[in-house]
Protein backbone atom coordinates (compact mmCIF):
# COMPACT_ATOMS: atom_id res chain seq x y z
CA UNK A 1 0.00 0.00 0.00
CA UNK A 2 3.07 2.33 0.48
CA UNK A 3 4.22 1.64 -2.97
CA UNK A 4 0.78 2.60 -4.12
CA UNK A 5 0.90 5.63 -2.71
CA UNK A 6 4.10 6.70 -4.55
CA UNK A 7 2.03 5.72 -7.98
CA UNK A 8 -1.30 8.20 -6.98
CA UNK A 9 -1.53 11.66 -7.89
CA UNK A 10 -0.74 13.78 -10.72
CA UNK A 11 3.15 14.38 -9.45
CA UNK A 12 4.08 10.47 -9.41
CA UNK A 13 7.44 10.27 -11.39
CA UNK A 14 7.97 6.75 -10.71
CA UNK A 15 8.93 4.84 -14.55
CA UNK A 16 9.88 1.31 -13.58
CA UNK A 17 8.64 -0.77 -10.66
CA UNK A 18 9.89 -4.25 -9.83
CA UNK A 19 8.12 -6.42 -7.67
CA UNK A 20 9.63 -9.76 -8.66
CA UNK A 21 9.51 -12.46 -6.43
CA UNK A 22 7.58 -10.51 -3.51
CA UNK A 23 4.86 -12.79 -2.60
CA UNK A 24 2.50 -10.48 -4.06
CA UNK A 25 -1.32 -12.23 -4.59
CA UNK A 26 -4.92 -10.75 -6.17
CA UNK A 27 -5.34 -8.33 -3.26
CA UNK A 28 -1.89 -6.90 -4.04
CA UNK A 29 -2.85 -6.83 -7.71
CA UNK A 30 -6.05 -5.05 -7.05
CA UNK A 31 -3.97 -2.25 -5.02
CA UNK A 32 -1.59 -1.76 -7.67
CA UNK A 33 -4.48 -1.44 -10.21
CA UNK A 34 -6.63 0.86 -8.13
CA UNK A 35 -3.07 3.03 -8.29
CA UNK A 36 -2.82 3.11 -11.76
CA UNK A 37 -5.67 3.82 -12.52
CA UNK A 38 -4.83 7.31 -13.27
CA UNK A 39 -0.80 7.08 -13.46
CA UNK A 40 0.83 9.01 -16.08
CA UNK A 41 4.58 7.98 -15.44
CA UNK A 42 4.57 4.15 -14.80
CA UNK A 43 5.79 2.66 -17.94
CA UNK A 44 7.24 -1.06 -16.42
CA UNK A 45 5.92 -3.43 -13.69
CA UNK A 46 7.66 -6.38 -13.35
CA UNK A 47 5.28 -8.84 -10.94
CA UNK A 48 7.29 -12.17 -12.72
CA UNK A 49 7.24 -15.52 -9.50
CA UNK A 50 4.55 -13.78 -7.66
CA UNK A 51 3.31 -17.06 -7.88
CA UNK A 52 -0.14 -16.51 -5.83
CA UNK A 53 -0.92 -14.13 -8.84
CA UNK A 54 -4.15 -16.26 -10.33
CA UNK A 55 -6.16 -15.74 -13.35
CA UNK A 56 -7.95 -13.34 -11.50
CA UNK A 57 -5.38 -10.72 -10.57
CA UNK A 58 -3.69 -11.44 -14.04
CA UNK A 59 -7.49 -10.53 -15.45
CA UNK A 60 -7.37 -7.50 -13.51
CA UNK A 61 -4.36 -6.24 -14.76
CA UNK A 62 -5.84 -6.78 -18.27
CA UNK A 63 -8.61 -4.64 -17.57
CA UNK A 64 -6.04 -1.78 -16.54
CA UNK A 65 -4.51 -1.86 -19.72
CA UNK A 66 -7.55 -2.41 -21.75
CA UNK A 67 -11.30 -2.45 -20.08
CA UNK A 68 -14.20 -3.67 -22.44
CA UNK A 69 -16.70 -2.96 -20.61
CA UNK A 70 -17.54 0.08 -22.52
CA UNK A 71 -16.59 2.13 -24.96
CA UNK A 72 -15.61 4.99 -22.36
CA UNK A 73 -14.03 2.41 -20.27
CA UNK A 74 -11.49 1.31 -23.14
CA UNK A 75 -10.77 5.06 -24.22
CA UNK A 76 -9.95 5.36 -19.98
CA UNK A 77 -7.47 2.32 -19.75
CA UNK A 78 -4.01 2.82 -19.19
CA UNK A 79 -2.68 3.92 -21.54
CA UNK A 80 1.15 4.49 -19.99
CA UNK A 81 2.18 1.23 -19.53
CA UNK A 82 4.47 -0.49 -22.03
CA UNK A 83 5.78 -3.57 -20.14
CA UNK A 84 3.60 -5.33 -17.34
CA UNK A 85 5.98 -8.78 -17.21
CA UNK A 86 4.66 -11.71 -15.35
CA UNK A 87 7.94 -14.38 -16.08
CA UNK A 88 11.10 -13.62 -15.59
CA UNK A 89 12.06 -14.55 -19.66
CA UNK A 90 9.98 -12.19 -21.65
CA UNK A 91 11.32 -13.63 -24.51
CA UNK A 92 9.10 -17.02 -23.81
CA UNK A 93 5.40 -17.47 -25.35
CA UNK A 94 2.91 -16.73 -22.48
CA UNK A 95 1.26 -19.10 -20.68
CA UNK A 96 -2.11 -17.92 -20.93
CA UNK A 97 -4.35 -16.18 -23.54
CA UNK A 98 -5.31 -13.41 -20.99
CA UNK A 99 -1.28 -12.69 -20.77
CA UNK A 100 -1.26 -13.11 -24.91
CA UNK A 101 -4.00 -10.05 -25.03
CA UNK A 102 -2.13 -7.97 -21.84
CA UNK A 103 1.16 -7.81 -24.38
CA UNK A 104 -1.07 -6.66 -26.78
CA UNK A 105 -3.09 -4.01 -24.86
CA UNK A 106 0.75 -2.60 -23.64
CA UNK A 107 2.17 -3.02 -27.25
CA UNK A 108 -0.27 -0.46 -28.33
CA UNK A 109 0.85 1.82 -25.57
CA UNK A 110 4.33 1.28 -26.42
CA UNK A 111 3.30 2.00 -30.44
CA UNK A 112 1.33 5.18 -29.12
CA UNK A 113 3.77 6.75 -25.70
CA UNK A 114 3.64 10.43 -26.67
CA UNK A 115 -0.15 10.28 -27.62
CA UNK A 116 -2.23 8.37 -24.90
CA UNK A 117 -5.90 9.37 -26.95
CA UNK A 118 -4.53 7.40 -29.97
CA UNK A 119 -3.33 4.36 -28.10
CA UNK A 120 -7.50 4.19 -26.77
CA UNK A 121 -8.74 4.73 -30.32
CA UNK A 122 -6.31 1.57 -31.50
CA UNK A 123 -7.52 -0.23 -28.75
CA UNK A 124 -11.07 0.70 -29.83
CA UNK A 125 -10.32 -0.23 -33.11
CA UNK A 126 -8.77 -3.21 -32.46
CA UNK A 127 -10.27 -4.99 -29.75
CA UNK A 128 -13.62 -3.58 -29.51
CA UNK A 129 -14.51 -3.71 -33.26
CA UNK A 130 -12.98 -7.08 -34.00
CA UNK A 131 -15.35 -9.48 -33.21
CA UNK A 132 -13.41 -12.47 -32.38
CA UNK A 133 -10.88 -10.49 -30.10
CA UNK A 134 -13.30 -8.36 -28.06
CA UNK A 135 -15.81 -11.97 -28.16
CA UNK A 136 -12.20 -13.44 -26.20
CA UNK A 137 -11.70 -10.24 -23.93
CA UNK A 138 -15.55 -10.02 -23.03
CA UNK A 139 -15.39 -13.57 -22.07
CA UNK A 140 -12.74 -12.66 -19.79
CA UNK A 141 -13.95 -9.59 -18.56
CA UNK A 142 -17.19 -10.69 -17.90
CA UNK A 143 -18.72 -8.18 -20.50
CA UNK A 144 -22.16 -9.80 -21.85
CA UNK A 145 -23.39 -7.06 -23.88
CA UNK A 146 -23.25 -5.78 -28.03
CA UNK A 147 -20.31 -2.97 -28.52
CA UNK A 148 -23.13 -1.42 -31.14
CA UNK A 149 -25.55 -0.93 -28.17
CA UNK A 150 -23.35 2.16 -27.14
CA UNK A 151 -23.29 3.53 -30.61
CA UNK A 152 -25.45 5.98 -32.22
CA UNK A 153 -27.34 4.47 -34.88
CA UNK A 154 -26.66 7.88 -37.15
CA UNK A 155 -23.10 7.13 -36.48
CA UNK A 156 -23.12 3.32 -37.64
CA UNK A 157 -22.30 3.75 -41.67
CA UNK A 158 -18.52 5.35 -40.94
CA UNK A 159 -18.14 2.92 -38.28
CA UNK A 160 -18.79 -0.18 -40.48
CA UNK A 161 -16.71 1.96 -43.40
CA UNK A 162 -14.25 1.46 -40.87
CA UNK A 163 -14.70 -1.89 -39.89
CA UNK A 164 -14.35 -2.97 -43.40
CA UNK A 165 -11.14 -0.93 -44.25
CA UNK A 166 -9.35 -2.51 -40.87
CA UNK A 167 -10.51 -5.92 -40.77
CA UNK A 168 -11.87 -6.35 -43.64
CA UNK A 169 -15.11 -8.02 -45.31
CA UNK A 170 -15.23 -10.74 -43.01
CA UNK A 171 -15.25 -8.73 -40.26
CA UNK A 172 -17.66 -5.98 -41.95
CA UNK A 173 -20.48 -8.58 -42.22
CA UNK A 174 -20.46 -10.19 -38.84
CA UNK A 175 -20.65 -6.06 -37.72
CA UNK A 176 -23.28 -5.74 -40.10
CA UNK A 177 -25.44 -8.61 -38.17
CA UNK A 178 -24.49 -7.53 -34.73
CA UNK A 179 -25.55 -3.81 -35.26
CA UNK A 180 -28.80 -4.72 -37.39
CA UNK A 181 -29.75 -7.20 -33.88
CA UNK A 182 -29.19 -4.30 -31.77
CA UNK A 183 -31.80 -1.58 -33.78
CA UNK A 184 -33.84 -4.60 -33.67
CA UNK A 185 -33.50 -5.15 -30.32
CA UNK A 186 -33.82 -1.16 -29.84
CA UNK A 187 -36.71 -0.49 -31.86
CA UNK A 188 -38.39 -3.37 -29.93
CA UNK A 189 -37.40 -2.02 -26.49
CA UNK A 190 -39.09 1.75 -28.04
CA UNK A 191 -42.13 -0.34 -29.15
CA UNK A 192 -42.10 -1.79 -25.79
CA UNK A 193 -41.74 1.80 -23.93
CA UNK A 194 -44.50 3.44 -26.55
CA UNK A 195 -47.01 0.56 -25.24
CA UNK A 196 -46.44 0.92 -21.78
CA UNK A 197 -46.62 4.89 -21.86
CA UNK A 198 -50.15 4.98 -23.31
CA UNK A 199 -51.19 2.45 -21.36
CA UNK A 200 -50.17 4.88 -18.11
CA UNK A 201 -51.44 7.70 -19.87
CA UNK A 202 -55.18 5.85 -20.16
CA UNK A 203 -55.06 5.44 -16.78
CA UNK A 204 -54.02 9.41 -16.06
CA UNK A 205 -56.78 10.31 -18.11
CA UNK A 206 -59.31 7.95 -16.63
CA UNK A 207 -58.62 9.25 -13.04
CA UNK A 208 -58.23 12.85 -14.64
CA UNK A 209 -62.15 12.60 -15.51
CA UNK A 210 -62.77 10.61 -12.14
CA UNK A 211 -61.17 14.19 -10.09
CA UNK A 212 -63.28 15.99 -12.63
CA UNK A 213 -66.49 14.20 -11.98
CA UNK A 214 -65.66 14.77 -8.46
CA UNK A 215 -65.08 18.21 -8.13
CA UNK A 216 -68.07 19.28 -10.26
CA UNK A 217 -70.17 16.96 -7.31
CA UNK A 218 -68.45 18.90 -4.44
CA UNK A 219 -68.82 22.43 -6.04
CA UNK A 220 -72.32 21.34 -6.37
CA UNK A 221 -73.11 20.45 -2.66
CA UNK A 222 -70.83 23.92 -2.06
CA UNK A 223 -73.29 25.36 -3.03
CA UNK A 224 -75.87 24.01 -1.78
CA UNK A 225 -74.36 24.47 1.52
CA UNK A 226 -74.00 28.47 1.23
CA UNK A 227 -77.58 28.15 0.40
CA UNK A 228 -78.89 26.74 3.38
CA UNK A 229 -76.52 28.83 5.11
CA UNK A 230 -77.89 32.26 3.46
CA UNK A 231 -81.94 30.59 3.76
CA UNK A 232 -80.39 30.62 7.85
CA UNK A 233 -79.28 33.70 7.80
CA UNK A 234 -82.27 35.26 6.44
CA UNK A 235 -84.63 33.63 8.73
CA UNK A 236 -82.93 34.23 11.56
CA UNK A 237 -83.08 38.05 10.76
CA UNK A 238 -86.83 37.71 10.07
CA UNK A 239 -87.10 36.15 13.43
CA UNK A 240 -85.31 38.79 15.12
CA UNK A 241 -87.30 41.63 13.25
CA UNK A 242 -90.70 39.86 14.72
CA UNK A 243 -89.35 39.63 17.67
CA UNK A 244 -88.73 43.58 18.32
CA UNK A 245 -92.00 44.06 16.63
CA UNK A 246 -94.19 41.96 18.99
CA UNK A 247 -92.43 43.89 22.00
CA UNK A 248 -93.14 47.11 20.45
CA UNK A 249 -96.70 46.11 20.75
CA UNK A 250 -96.72 44.64 24.14
CA UNK A 251 -95.46 47.60 25.79
CA UNK A 252 -98.31 50.14 23.27
CA UNK A 253 -100.97 47.48 25.00
CA UNK A 254 -99.48 48.23 28.53
CA UNK A 255 -99.41 51.66 27.50
CA UNK A 256 -103.01 51.64 26.86
CA UNK A 257 -103.84 49.80 30.08
CA UNK A 258 -102.04 51.65 32.55
CA UNK A 259 -103.26 54.92 30.59
CA UNK A 260 -106.54 53.75 31.69
Known sequence: QEIAKLL???????????????????????????????????????????????????????????????????????????????????????DTEIERHIIMATYINSRNQSNPEAAGREKMIKTQLHSEKRAALCRLQGVDHSVFSEIDPLHLPEILSLIGQRHGQGELYAAVLSSIMTLFSTVNMKKCIHQERTYHAAIVAKHAAIVAEHRTKMEELDAKLASMDEAVEVNEGSNELEHRSNKRRRKWWWGLWGGA
Open 8 to 94: QGGDATLATLRLNNNDIGDQGVEILVDALQSNKSLDTLELSENRSISNQGQIMLLKLVNNVSTIKATLQSNHKLTDIKLKEDRWTSP
